[in-house]
């Protein structure tokens, strides 16, 4: 359970912080329900600050339903889009939540908030005298260095040398201090192992491990699966059909967005939860290792939140598919293609740019899930698209240095051969024996390098009701602390 013993002197020093700075913190209520619980005069301020600025207010952002306008929005419903069947192949709808209209253009703000603020509202974490380290394969720590330069705390962002160059650029202006490891995305044992140096070695440092920070799938499993829940019902709302939730599909990162597939298979029985990896770095389907280009996608481990025991498939996608799509829908031959050759409306291509690779990664997830399970127009499966296009830049160059220009021949070769030609391949069924398989691979990371007990490993298996069922239920308590930390200090 995330820990709320509260620490009287970090928690005093916490709200004299926030008083000066005029900082009040959103509840999850108000992150799930953000158009009737947010503070009517927090609202009125909203309408004069931008999306993407450095002011406290943006703390109330931090959810799927933000108006998707650079400044002055306020609140609608959860930004998704539907993807057509032109492009995925597939009769099953197939719906993408947009992770563009948080604040830093990325959902993992909303992640590194949930990991934060339990430590802020109980004084663990004294943003007086502390940084906050943000380790990450990339926008977590983002995230996480947004959070806390919202709340005037210090941060240590932590990522991969091998990241794409806007996650540094923008880094550069928020983080504190940047430390970048060995590797890419693949190498989670060098951040690893540079947070256990850090905690070594400094006392003015609080390490919040997204892979293993219950936070992170708190809020995951109340936020995202809530505004699935909400799209869900409104696509349902409008069509002649009775609908069918068949699952959520979502490469595995930190797995903190798994949580909502635990939320949402309470909702809908009998859905199912898909977790993605790269072919290149099979972990869940073949105990593999290696390299691959899908940023944000951490591998050769198994998150400590990863509900292993409640996840029904895991699909492995091929990085070189990602990236070729990844030019097809931002260069100009690609679009072009879609609408002209493929027949799609213009605005469900321009749509395309809200993916970043591991979004379309989960897209692909989500099109070979509706495939092995012959989906149909009645079916709707859920994705997330946790960041977009503008975020890989520097890597759509990259590939128009190495492979050259783009052309109309090249999206009709693409489109085919890594978009409509998603197979069943590379899928495992995770029967109970094959879950276990899995769950038990946390050992070597957890236990062997990171100082948890094999009990603790256990515990997560057989008494989840000690472990996940009792988190999810801490929302209410978080809440109310955070209610009281909002009182303390007196703003509103």
Not at 29 to 58: F, H, I
Not at 304 to 324: F, L, S
Not at 331 to 348: I, N
Request: hydrophobic share 40%; charged share 25%; glycine share 8%.
């Amino acid at each position: 359970m995330i820990d709320l013993t509260i620490c009287k002197e970090g928690l005093e020093d916490n709200i004299r912080k926030a008083r000066e700075n005029r900082i009040v913190l959103p509840t999850f209520e108000q992150m799930m329900y953000p158009e009737t619980q947010v503070p009517k005069q927090t609202a009125e301020k909203l309408k004069n600050a931008g999306m993407w600025e450095y002011s406290p207010l943006n703390l109330f952002r931090i959810t799927w339903k933000n108006e998707p306008t650079p400044k002055g929005g306020l609140f609608g419903k959860p930004n998704y889009i539907e993807l057509p069947s032109e492009l995925t192949g597939v009769s099953a709808k197939i719906v993408c939540m947009v992770g563009k209209y948080f604040p830093t253009g990325c959902h993992k703000v909303g992640a590194s908030f949930g990991c934060l603020a339990p430590r802020l509202i109980t004084g663990q974490f004294n943003s007086a005298t502390q940084k906050a380290v943000w380790p990450s394969t990339g926008n977590y720590c983002r995230g996480g260095a947004f959070n806390s330069k919202l709340l005037a705390c210090e941060s240590v962002a932590i990522l991969p040398e091998g990241m794409s160059r806007e996650r540094f650029d923008w880094l550069s202006q928020i983080a504190g201090e940047i430390i970048a490891t060995p590797g890419s995305e693949s190498n989670v044992k060098e951040i690893f192992d540079k947070t256990n140096e850090l905690r070594a070695t400094r006392d003015d440092v609080m390490i919040f491990n997204q892979f293993e920070e219950m936070g992170n799938y708190l809020w995951h499993y109340k936020v995202t699966g809530n505004a699935i829940r909400e799209v869900f019902e409104d696509i349902e709302s409008s069509s002649k059909d009775k609908l069918n939730f068949s699952g959520i599909c979502l490469m595995s990162g930190s797995a903190g967005s798994l949580g909502a597939g635990d939320y949402l298979k309470q909702v809908f029985a009998h859905s199912k939860i898909a977790v993605g990896e790269a072919l290149q770095c099979p972990t869940i389907l073949n105990n593999g290792f290696g390299d691959h280009r899908i940023e944000g996608v951490g591998d050769k481990h198994i998150p400590w939140i990863h509900n292993v025991k409640n996840t029904d498939m895991a699909i492995a996608i091929d990085d070189a598919d990602a990236m070729k799509l990844l030019r097809l829908f931002n260069e100009p031959a690609g679009k072009e293609f879609l609408t002209d050759e493929v027949g799609m409306d213009p605005v469900d291509v321009n749509n395309l740019a809200l993916m970043g690779i591991s979004g379309i990664a989960n897209m692909l997830c989500a099109i070979k899930f509706a495939k092995h399970y012959e989906l149909t127009y009645k079916d709707v499966v859920a994705t997330v698209l946790t960041d977009c296009s503008e975020m890989y830049g520097s890597r759509i160059e990259e590939l128009r240095v190495a492979e050259g220009v783009y052309s109309g021949s090249r999206a009709s070769v693409d489109f085919s051969r890594s978009l409509l030609s998603a197979g069943t391949d590379n899928i495992l069924e995770l029967t109970f024996s094959e879950r276990r398989r899995v769950h038990n691979l946390k050992y070597y990371t957890w236990v062997e390098q990171q100082g948890r007990s094999a009990e603790e490993l256990e515990e997560l298996w057989y008494h989840q009701d000690k472990t996940f069922e009792a988190v999810q239920g801490q929302a209410d308590r978080i809440d109310e602390l955070i209610c009281e930390f909002n009182d303390a200090v007196g703003i509103l």
